[in-house]
């Protein structure tokens, strides 16, 4: 079983910046993928972010030039980090994560979500 555990959302006003961190932890082998998805009220959830072991980053193309995704590989842990925030980056944020446990079996877990809210 693999633990996804957020933190770091709040309240922030627009234009301010907010960093959130995921880390992952339990029965795990190798990570493939971490990354960070939205979902605003009455939305589908969305990628915001995702980094891929191999270098590959990607990012939503609302949020190219104003957010980060960074990653500590020792610590499982993934940092994305949130500049010029604006009302419609209000959301929950769920962090993800891909990769292979300790008994050879693929796995995709989730987090419980942080809520950041852009308002002044």
């Known amino acids: 079983q693999v633990q996804v555990v957020e933190s770091g959302g709040g309240l922030v006003q627009p234009g301010g910046s907010l960093r959130l961190s995921c880390e992952a932890s339990g029965n795990i082998f190798s990570i493939y993928s971490m990354g960070w998805y939205r979902q605003a009220p009455g939305n589908q959830r969305e990628l915001v972010a995702k980094s891929i072991t191999d270098g590959n980053l990607n990012y939503g193309d609302s949020v190219k030039g104003r957010f980060t995704i960074s990653r500590d590989n020792a610590k499982n842990t993934v940092y994305l980090e949130m500049k010029n925030l604006k009302p419609e980056d209000t959301a929950v944020y769920y962090c993800?994560?891909?990769?292979?446990?300790?008994?050879?079996?693929?796995?995709?877990?989730w987090g419980q979500g942080t809520q950041v809210t852009v308002s002044a």
């Open positions: 993800n994560v891909d990769g292979i446990s300790i008994a050879s079996l693929p796995f995709a877990s």
